[in-house]
């Protein structure tokens, strides 16, 4: 038993999330044990991200960034950088609802 290693289980979130084809995937941190950087590709810190948001848009919908980012179990600078490299793309649609931007999928 000592040597027996125990799984957690994983949040609901996180199970809706892998449920519904969303890429889980996410780069790893920037510094190693000790502090040591790491440098990383602008494909793998960004890239990834804008896949995951993508998926979910895709799926969804349009929605609010605060949402990606709940949905997608992102930080709120991730998902903006995420939704920065689609737009660069060409690949989404921002409406101004108030105060509020609405994200979604051009046709």
Known sequence: MANETVKKPRSRKKKEVAGAGVAAAKPKSATR?????????????FGI????????LNLKGPMLAS?????????????????????REGKINVKKKGRSRIYSLKP
Do not use: P
């Open 67 to 87: 949402d990606l980012a709940k949905a997608a179990a992102l930080r709120m600078e991730d998902v903006h950088g995420a939704l920065g490299w689609l737009g």
């Open 33 to 45: 044990r000790g502090g040591e950087m790491i440098d990383e590709s602008v494909d793998l810190v």
């Open 49 to 56: 991200n804008a896949g995951i948001i993508w998926d979910l």
